[in-house]
């Protein structure tokens, strides 16, 4: 099986960006409402630039998304994956570790010292692909969150990187 070629984003990837982010969105790992189909894709915020890709068969098949995660100078040694989709199709081949995977060097390329995520208690396959490329707990907010009818933990994760 062939794996994912992982590659920065580019501004002519938005609109499939943009297709994988609403067709793979669900309240097991967002907290923010659908997003509506012509919403853009990039903003001011988090542009291509903030974006790795990840093709597969030459198709466009997800991303992550690295930032900050906060704007404080005190914490720009800290890079933050504040997204990551796989389009449902190419799920189970490897591309989200391809990601996580690339996240953690590019952060690492960009001199953090630290990794860190936040994913949702129930969305337990995320948790465990994290935790299987070393990020751990670091905390828990219980019922940090109520979605889709029912109150739910939002679990800090991190890593060193040095």
């Not at 989709?85 to 996580?100: C, F, K, P, S």
């Not at 907010?141 to 990187?161: I, S, T």
């Amino acid at each position: 099986m062939p794996s994912a070629h992982i590659r920065p984003a580019r501004p002519d990837d938005e609109e499939t960006l943009r297709r994988i982010d609403h067709e793979s969105w669900s309240y097991l790992h967002a907290v923010s409402p659908r997003p509506e189909p012509d919403e853009p894709f990039f903003r001011e915020t988090c542009g291509p630039g903030d974006h790795l890709v990840a093709e597969l068969d030459g198709r466009l098949v997800g991303y992550v998304r690295l930032g900050f995660p906060t704007p404080l100078a005190s914490n720009a040694h800290v890079r933050q994956i504040r997204g990551l989709a796989v389009d449902e199709a190419a799920r189970g081949r490897g591309v989200g570790r391809a990601l996580v995977r690339a996240a953690v060097e590019e952060a690492r390329r960009l001199g953090a010292r630290r990794i860190t995520l936040r994913v949702l208690g129930p969305n337990t396959a995320a948790r465990g692909l994290y935790e299987s490329e070393g990020f751990v707990v670091e905390g828990v907010q219980p019922e940090e969150f109520f979605l889709d009818g029912r109150y739910v933990d939002d679990v800090l994760m991190g890593q060193p990187l040095v």
